[in-house]
């Protein structure tokens, strides 16, 4: 329970229907340790706030449950937060969210669920899951509400994982689930929307990792490097790769005529490549480290569509297999743009996820 | 379900007599204590007779005693009063690193003003060495301040002996007796005490109340300012109902404190005994020292103790881990790796604190709900 309005309305619901649970919030990072980070006024929305703790706790009071707040803060950081800033150093754009559910969320918290005797974990993605007989494997779904459909962060959940997790708000869209929290009178059905990376004070990734390297005794100046063209020409320098993510255009610090975008950053040479927005395209990659929900793996070439990043339309592709059963070729009918390294492609038939896997 | 309580070190029940003392007072004595009429007056009489019970059982004389809210308060007013009065602008004061947050995070505030902060280890068996107060006292030091009985392990502090070692060296000793009062017996005088913290709702009166041993002569500057009140060391309007309360528990200390330790060592006895003898892999941490009777900090290799308290609590059985933060997560004991334990081992303690409501059924179904969590926490973190 983050003290928001969906995992607040699951609570509700599943009381409702006659479960008998136990409400629990993750403390995962403690959102003082950074000062420089800090904000002025008082932190809402973020993750693990009071504020946020609060919320839960009334809600759970409110709907009559036992109530707890674990804390997973040496997990988080160790699996959410390091890889995050090595990613970050090493060139490559990395989606926390799905670490968070690959490890904490889904696997960590739901040990603590075994521990305390609880059969099933509930959450409030949006996110359908189903038992298929034919294939007797556990089947991930998209969203009905196509706006908040989760998926994407979830390609790594494993079969033993979506046996056990319900997602109550997967038929549901969202002004229903406001709706329905409202009809319960829930405290917290007008709350806003929680943003992305919950650690990450206002989307500022950058100002994070230096603070956080600065904690460490890392000198951020290390990734210093310049900017160069496409072509080989030096443009500039830079204050360090991992301010910099495919596809970018702003914070280049270059006057040009023609609109400069990142095209590609390099953590050997430490150079920052950059071209006009035709470079960004790319038809085919390699997807690694792949996990399979729905199918079993691909023998020969299988139709799809992929999604690159989260606020991507899935496109039109074929994912040829490797040598390397861990691996994919991608192959997009159309060039897409900004293909990015660390982040997630997720394959889609339909409303049905396939799998997924890393971008090389 | 019924529900167990074995968290007394965290809060305690109002015990029945206390109860009615409070329940009276607040019901009738509304005056206010500073106020000459005779509402006033039947306030004030309540308030000293409450000051008279605390000082009794840590055969004090009642003007050494300064009532405000509660422990935390006690160590803040005792560390900062005390280095304030000092008024050296190199002070330095000793603390052991196994203090309650409240003593810690007071130095550490006086440490970002420019104080000296000496935190002296513990032995694997939790005790501070005397002979290192000694040696890290300076010309310097204004202040030693090493806690009674630890809220997490019971340990006593040989405190005698460190008062001695002060006040040959002419340096006031502040001892937070927050977990120490009615457990064991206190006496100001014979432990050489300066400065003694006392906390209400850990003898069976309210949240909210507590005290100030003040010994006469000793220099303290107050920290909070706005009224005559306790001698002019703690303004605001005494919390009348609140101390006849405490007052009223520290008679009820005074005359169980002998019968109920030998009650509860008993019972303590009882759950160790059976835990260390059913269960494998476990230990009790600062059992070969001398502890308060009724706690038992006890650790249970490969078991995440944060869990065993969730499960136990979901099986009516209120036990502790650590100390909670503010969000209500728990985090690794900072008094369990200064013994020495590995942060693994500190995560798998758990601390039972038995009280005047724990009968011998109540450890017994205690230890079968322990045995049982243990075995299944175990077999899953087997499998995950």
């Given at each position: 329970?983050?003290?928001?309005?969906?995992?607040?309305?699951?609570a509700?619901?599943?009381?409702?229907?006659?479960h008998?649970?136990?409400?629990?919030?993750?403390q995962?990072?403690?959102?003082?340790?950074?000062?420089?980070?800090?904000?002025?006024?008082?932190?809402?929305?973020?993750?693990?706030?009071?504020d946020?703790?609060?919320?839960?706790?009334?809600?759970?009071?409110?709907?009559?449950?036992?109530?707890?707040?674990?804390?997973?803060?040496?997990?988080?950081?160790?699996?959410?937060?390091?890889?995050f800033?090595?990613?970050?150093?090493?060139?490559?754009?990395?989606?926390?969210?799905?670490?968070?559910?690959?490890?904490?969320?889904?696997?960590?918290?739901?040990?603590?669920?075994?521990?305390?005797?609880?059969?099933?974990?509930?959450?409030?993605?949006?996110?359908?899951?189903?038992?298929?007989?034919?294939?007797?494997?556990?089947?991930l779904?998209r969203?009905?509400?196509?706006?908040?459909?989760?998926t994407?962060?979830?390609?790594?959940?494993?079969?033993?994982?979506?046996?056990?997790?319900?997602?109550?708000?997967?038929?549901?869209?969202?002004?229903?689930?406001?709706?329905?929290?409202?009809?319960?009178d829930?405290?917290?059905?007008?709350?806003?929307?929680?943003?992305?990376?919950?650690?990450?004070?206002?989307?500022?990734?950058?100002?994070?990792?230096?603070?956080?390297?600065?904690?460490?005794?890392?000198?951020?100046?290390?990734?210093?490097?310049?900017?160069?063209?496409?072509?080989?020409?030096?443009?500039?320098?830079?204050?360090?790769?991992?301010h910099?993510?495919?596809?970018q255009?702003?914070?280049?610090?270059?006057?040009?005529?023609?609109?400069?975008?990142?095209i590609?950053?390099?953590?050997?040479?430490?150079?920052?490549?950059?071209?006009?927005?035709?470079?960004?395209?790319c038809?085919?990659?390699?997807?690694?480290q792949?996990?399979?929900?729905?199918?079993?793996?691909?023998?020969?070439?299988?139709?799809?569509?992929?999604?690159?990043?989260?606020?991507?339309?899935?496109?039109?592709?074929?994912?040829?297999?490797?040598?390397?059963?861990?691996?994919?070729?991608?192959?997009?009918?159309?060039?897409?743009?900004?293909?990015?390294?660390?982040?997630?492609?997720?394959?889609?038939?339909?409303?049905?996820?396939?799998?997924?896997?890393?971008?090389? | 379900?019924?529900?167990?309580?074995?968290?007394?070190?965290?809060?305690?029940?109002?015990?029945?007599?206390?109860?009615?003392?409070?329940?009276?007072?607040?019901?009738?004595?509304?005056?206010?204590?500073?106020s000459?009429?005779?509402?006033?007056?039947?306030?004030?009489?309540?308030?000293?007779?409450?000051?008279?019970?605390?000082?009794?059982?840590?055969?004090?004389?009642?003007?050494?005693?300064?009532?405000?809210?509660?422990?935390?308060?006690?160590?803040?007013?005792?560390?900062?009063?005390?280095?304030?009065?000092?008024?050296?602008?190199?002070?330095?004061?000793?603390?052991?690193?196994?203090?309650?947050?409240a003593?810690l995070?007071?130095?550490?505030?006086?440490?970002?003003?420019?104080?000296?902060?000496?935190?002296?280890?513990?032995?694997?068996?939790?005790?501070?060495?005397?002979?290192?107060?000694?040696?890290?006292?300076?010309?310097?030091?204004?202040?030693?301040?090493?806690?009674?009985?630890?809220?997490?392990?019971?340990?006593?502090?040989?405190?005698?002996?460190?008062?001695?070692?002060?006040?040959?060296?002419?340096?006031?000793?502040?001892?937070?007796?927050?977990?120490?009062?009615?457990?064991?017996?206190?006496?100001v005088?014979?432990?050489?005490?300066?400065?003694?913290?006392?906390?209400?709702?850990?003898?069976?009166?309210?949240?909210?109340?507590?005290?100030?041993?003040?010994?006469?002569?000793?220099?303290?500057?107050?920290?909070?300012?706005?009224?005559?009140?306790?001698?002019?060391?703690?303004?605001?309007?005494?919390?009348?109902?609140?101390?006849a309360?405490?007052?009223?528990?520290c008679?009820?200390?005074g005359?169980?404190?002998?019968?109920?330790?030998?009650?509860?060592?008993?019972?303590?006895?009882?759950?160790?005994?059976?835990?260390?003898?059913?269960?494998s892999?476990?230990?009790?941490?600062?059992?070969?020292?001398?502890?308060?009777?009724?706690?038992?900090?006890?650790?249970?290799?490969?078991?995440?103790?944060?869990?065993?308290?969730?499960?136990?609590?979901?099986?009516?059985f209120?036990?502790?881990?650590?100390?909670?933060?503010?969000?209500?997560?728990?985090?690794?004991?900072?008094v369990?790796?200064?013994?020495?334990?590995?942060?693994?081992?500190?995560?798998?303690?758990?601390?039972?604190?038995?009280?005047?409501t724990?009968?011998?059924?109540?450890?017994?179904?205690l230890?079968?709900?322990?045995?049982?969590?243990?075995?299944?926490?175990?077999?899953?973190?087997?499998?995950?």
């Open positions: 329970m983050s003290g928001g309005v969906d995992s607040s309305t699951v509700a619901l599943l009381v409702r229907q006659g008998k649970i136990v409400g629990m919030t993750m995962l990072w403690n959102q003082r340790r950074l000062p420089e980070l800090m904000p002025e006024t008082a932190s809402h929305g973020r993750c693990c706030s009071l946020d703790v609060y919320d839960a706790r009334r809600v759970a009071e409110q709907v009559g449950i036992p109530y707890y707040v674990v804390n997973f803060e040496r997990q988080f950081e160790e699996q959410v937060v390091q890889p800033v090595e990613e970050y150093l090493a060139g490559r754009t990395p989606i926390p969210c799905t670490l968070c559910n690959n490890y904490i969320k889904f696997d960590r918290f739901l040990e603590m669920a075994d521990s305390v005797g609880a059969h099933r974990i509930a959450t409030g993605h949006y996110a359908r899951v189903r038992y298929d007989e034919a294939s007797g494997r556990y089947q779904l969203a009905r509400d196509g706006s908040k459909d989760q994407y962060f979830l390609f790594g959940l494993t079969q033993k994982q979506l046996a056990r997790t319900l997602f109550p708000l997967g038929e549901m869209v969202k002004p229903e689930v406001r709706e329905l929290a409202r009809e319960m829930l405290a917290v059905a007008s709350k806003g929307d929680s943003q992305e990376i919950c650690f990450v004070p206002n989307g500022d990734y950058a100002a994070f990792l230096n603070a956080y390297l600065k904690e460490k005794g890392v000198e951020p100046q290390s990734t210093r490097g310049s900017i160069v063209t496409t072509d080989g020409r030096t443009l500039g320098e830079h204050e360090g790769v991992h910099f993510t495919v596809g255009r702003k914070g280049l610090g270059i006057s040009s005529k023609e609109p400069l975008y990142v590609s950053t390099d953590s050997e040479t430490q150079r920052v490549v950059v071209g006009g927005n035709d470079d960004l395209l038809s085919r990659f390699i997807a690694r792949l996990n399979w929900i729905s199918i079993a793996g691909v023998a020969t070439p299988v139709r799809a569509q992929v999604k690159i990043r989260n606020k991507h339309a899935a496109a039109p592709a074929t994912i040829h297999p490797t040598a390397d059963p861990g691996s994919v070729e991608v192959v997009f009918d159309e060039p897409q743009r900004a293909v990015t390294p660390g982040q997630g492609a997720v394959f889609y038939l339909g409303d049905l996820v396939l799998g997924g896997g890393w971008i090389a | 379900m019924q529900h167990f309580y074995f968290d007394h070190n965290a809060t305690t029940p109002i015990a029945p007599e206390v109860l009615e003392t409070m329940v009276t007072c607040l019901g009738q004595v509304y005056g206010n204590a500073s000459i009429h005779r509402f006033g007056q039947a306030a004030k009489q309540k308030l000293e007779a409450a000051r008279r019970q605390v000082a009794a059982l840590i055969h004090a004389s009642p003007a050494e005693v300064v009532f405000l809210s509660g422990g935390t308060e006690a160590d803040n007013l005792a560390i900062f009063g005390a280095v304030r009065a000092a008024g050296r602008p190199q002070a330095h004061i000793i603390v052991s690193s196994i203090e309650h947050p003593v995070a007071s130095a550490a505030k006086l440490e970002s003003e420019g104080v000296a902060v000496t935190r002296l280890p513990v032995s694997a068996g939790g005790t501070v060495d005397p002979e290192s107060v000694r040696r890290a006292i300076r010309p310097a030091t204004v202040l030693v301040s090493i806690m009674h009985a630890n809220n997490e392990l019971g340990v006593v502090q040989p405190i005698a002996e460190i008062s001695r070692i002060a006040r040959e060296a002419g340096v006031p000793l502040h001892v937070d007796g927050v977990q120490a009062l009615g457990k064991i017996p206190v006496d005088d014979t432990l050489g005490v300066d400065l003694y913290s006392m906390s209400g709702h850990k003898l069976y009166a309210p949240k909210g109340v507590g005290a100030l041993y003040v010994r006469k002569g000793t220099r303290l500057a107050p920290i909070a300012f706005g009224g005559h009140h306790e001698r002019d060391r703690r303004p605001g309007t005494e919390n009348v109902p609140g101390i309360a405490f007052g009223a528990a008679e009820l200390a005359r169980t404190l002998a019968a109920e330790s030998e009650r509860l060592a008993a019972l303590r006895d009882r759950l160790e005994s059976a835990v260390l003898g059913r269960i892999g476990t230990g009790v941490t600062g059992r070969h020292a001398h502890r308060t009777p009724n706690t038992s900090n006890i650790y249970f290799d490969g078991v995440d103790g944060e869990a065993m308290t969730i499960a136990l609590d979901l099986r009516g209120a036990v502790s881990t650590g100390s909670a933060c503010s969000s209500g997560a728990i985090t690794p004991s900072h369990l790796t200064a013994l020495g334990l590995s942060a693994d081992r500190a995560r798998s303690s758990l601390r039972f604190s038995l009280g005047r724990t009968t011998a059924e109540q450890v017994d179904a230890v079968d709900a322990v045995e049982a969590s243990v075995a299944h926490l175990r077999r899953i973190s087997v499998h995950a």
